[in-house]
């Protein structure tokens, strides 16, 4: 006990966080040991990472566990509970956000829905049995501040050890490991920022605070940011979708495509300043007590035009995590609108906060989930556009000569979607029977470009209505080609395309420069120039064969007055339409007739 009582005596602030706050301080000690060994490459963490999924689930564990952990610890503040039952909530809670993380693939977690939930949990915990409205309000103040001060710490702190150890090896000539940096500022955000920024949390969960007697420079420049800015812009907004609104009904049209991440930024934007403008509601200027009075009878038109552009967007190409969100906030603004109704013009800050905390939370994994909802829905309009063109025939997969330019320009955006969201696996039952099977090296190993070449869809951008589209050209070789070489040539590359330092008007130099002029890819050598029409080479890119093991290097002759060359191409980004094409990269060798050399006749 006696060294428990001198640590508590030498460092009193962060003995007072250890005893608040410690299954997040934990949480930080062991997220700073696991990246500092993970920059090390120390032992498993960089040897075997045997699971995709490796960085999520790990560090978004550690993220999830300290916000969830230290939202329980300020629930058992709030509701004054033992020492002992808050600890145990803390751990029970932390376990169950890093167990999520821990199993996001077979969840299809979605972090971009938990993470802003368990940041709204820390807001609003301490508070689920307070009705304490303005405690809620002074604590999420000097929260905001805790995180700005926490961030400033880190940076002071990384960037002044920085400083220090390239002054030592500037002045001294130590010779400092190269991954020194990176180990000072993960520790500084990990376990410097982190523990300082719940040292500073407000202690006080029932602080007293009247608007009216308050004005220190915090509270009234809030005020003034709230009367002279947030309000009138909110209020500019309303107008316009209002507007908005009117216009579709006078020209009998249904929203734009993007009206939907206008009300996202109207709603949540608008419910964050309502929040800010709470304590002045009844004692503010005009428009503050206008805006406070009326905000939720405000997002009546444009949850209006939310559910008519989202289920537009939906019926036409399916759920994404992002619809299911836009449809996930119009239930939010509609439970709020009716809650306000019912109350009689009165909710809480808690109640806007706590819903909002619950729903993303909920829709964050999970089969109800926005990612299982999202690629259930997916799979099946791939499934729909398939079976449309023919794919599936006597109970196989049947690669179609001809597919239709739209369905495979969709089915293209589908598979790529399933990739950015890491379930590609879930199209290897498909290929079960396939002669050429992506998934023969293992479900992890697959890519989206495999499968894609396999089903020859195409990738397109464009006015869809019209039909103006333009199409993606990815190629890239994996294994060699084989070559008749009958006379005297000339082997030079690995050559790149573009080259910021050439233009077409340069003197060529000792080696072969591959650029585009006038709509021909040309090789230019000691002046002399071969070329192939650059739609050509991208429909013939296009067209090329792959097999199990990948596509060969493509070989296609280019026309020139001192005889034809060979182009062997590697790899190439472009695009094709009707009025021709453009290449954004390539890379490739070429043959090119010895008679130009600088060495004939040497």
């Known amino acids: 006990m006696g060294m428990i009582d001198r640590l508590g005596r030498t460092m009193p602030d962060l003995w007072v966080t250890l005893g608040r706050f410690p299954i997040p301080v934990l949480i930080s000690l062991v997220g700073t040991i696991v990246v500092n060994l993970d920059i090390a490459g120390v032992g498993s963490f960089y040897v075997d990472r045997s699971s995709p999924y490796w960085d999520e689930q790990v560090y978004g564990g550690l993220i999830a566990g300290?916000?969830?952990?230290?939202?329980?610890?300020?629930?058992?503040?709030g509701r004054h509970w033992a020492r002992l039952p808050g600890f145990l909530l803390a751990v029970l809670a932390g376990a169950a956000a890093g167990a999520i993380c821990w199993f996001l693939h077979p969840l299809n977690l979605q972090f971009v829905f938990l993470f802003p939930g368990l940041v709204l949990a820390v807001m609003v915990a301490g508070f689920t049995g307070n009705g304490d409205d303005n405690g809620l309000w002074m604590f999420n103040l000097r929260l905001a501040l805790a995180v700005i001060l926490s961030a400033l710490v880190t940076v002071v702190f990384g960037g002044g050890l920085s400083a220090i150890v390239e002054s030592i090896r500037y002045l001294f000539g130590?010779?400092?490991?190269?991954?020194?940096?990176?180990?000072?500022?993960?520790?500084?955000?990990?376990?410097?920022?982190?523990?300082?920024?719940?040292?500073?949390?407000?202690?006080?969960?029932?602080?007293?605070?009247?608007?009216?007697?308050?004005?220190?420079?915090?509270?009234?420049?809030?005020?003034?940011?709230?009367?002279?800015?947030?309000v009138p812009l909110a209020l500019v907004y309303v107008v316009i979708l209002h507007l908005y609104a009117g216009k579709m009904l006078v020209e009998w049209e249904l929203p734009k495509g993007q009206v939907g991440i206008m009300v996202l930024i109207f709603s949540l934007g608008g419910a964050a300043i309502w929040l800010i403008a709470y304590p002045w509601r009844g004692s503010g200027s005009v428009l503050l007590r206008f805006f406070s009075k009326n905000w939720f009878l405000f997002l009546i038109v444009p949850l209006c035009l939310l559910a008519i552009g989202t289920s537009r967007r939906i019926s036409d190409y399916g759920v994404t995590p992002e619809r299911y969100g836009l449809v996930a906030l119009g239930f939010w603004v509609a439970f709020l609108i009716v809650w306000f109704v019912i109350r009689r013009r009165s909710i809480e800050p808690r109640i806007v906060l706590g819903s909002l905390c619950g729903l993303l939370l909920v829709t964050s994994f999970g089969p109800w989930g926005a990612g299982s909802v999202s690629i259930?829905?997916?799979?099946?309009?791939?499934?729909?556009?398939?079976?449309?063109?023919?794919?599936?025939?006597?109970?196989?997969?049947?690669?179609?000569?001809?597919?239709?330019?739209?369905?495979?320009?969709?089915?293209?955006?589908?598979v790529m979607f399933l990739s950015r969201n890491r379930r590609l696996d879930a199209l290897a039952p498909m290929f079960s029977a396939a002669d050429n099977d992506p998934f023969d090296g293992g479900e992890k190993n697959a890519s989206a470009n495999d499968v894609i070449s396999v089903l020859k869809f195409t990738r397109w951008q464009g006015d869809r209505a019209t039909g103006d589209l333009e199409f993606f050209v990815h190629f890239s070789a994996s294994r060699p080609a084989t070559?008749?070489?009958?006379?005297?040539?000339?082997?030079?590359?690995?050559?790149?395309?573009?080259?910021?330092?050439?233009?077409?008007?340069?003197?060529?130099?000792?080696?072969?420069?591959?650029?585009?002029?006038?709509?021909?890819?040309?090789?230019?050598?000691?002046?002399?120039?071969?070329?192939?029409?650059?739609?050509?080479l991208l429909e013939t890119v296009r067209a090329a064969p792959r097999a199990d093991t990948g596509y060969a290097a493509l070989v296609t002759p280019l026309a020139g007055a001192a005889g034809e060359a060979r182009l062997v191409l590697l790899s190439l980004n472009g695009r094709l339409n009707d009025d021709g094409g453009r290449i954004d990269y390539a890379r490739a060798m070429v043959l090119l007739p010895a008679s130009v050399s600088r060495l004939q006749g040497e």
């Open 376 to 414: 259930a829905s997916q799979l099946s309009r791939l499934d729909g556009l398939m079976r449309a063109e023919g794919y599936f025939q006597n109970g196989g997969l049947v690669v179609p000569d001809t597919i239709d330019e739209k369905a495979s320009g969709e089915a293209h955006s589908i």
């Open 483 to 536: 070559l008749d070489i009958q006379q005297a040539t000339v082997l030079s590359g690995v050559i790149e395309m573009p080259r910021a330092d050439f233009t077409p008007e340069d003197s060529g130099g000792a080696d072969p420069h591959l650029f585009v002029e006038n709509d021909n890819l040309t090789i230019r050598y000691l002046g002399n120039r071969w070329q192939v029409p650059v739609s050509r």
């Open 66 to 77: 300290f916000l969830a952990s230290g939202a329980a610890h300020l629930y058992a503040e």
């Open 174 to 230: 130590v010779d400092f490991d190269s991954d020194i940096h990176e180990h000072i500022w993960a520790t500084g955000i990990a376990l410097i920022g982190a523990i300082y920024g719940l040292s500073v949390v407000s202690r006080n969960l029932s602080e007293d605070f009247d608007p009216q007697r308050n004005s220190d420079l915090l509270v009234s420049g809030t005020l003034l940011l709230l009367k002279y800015l947030l």
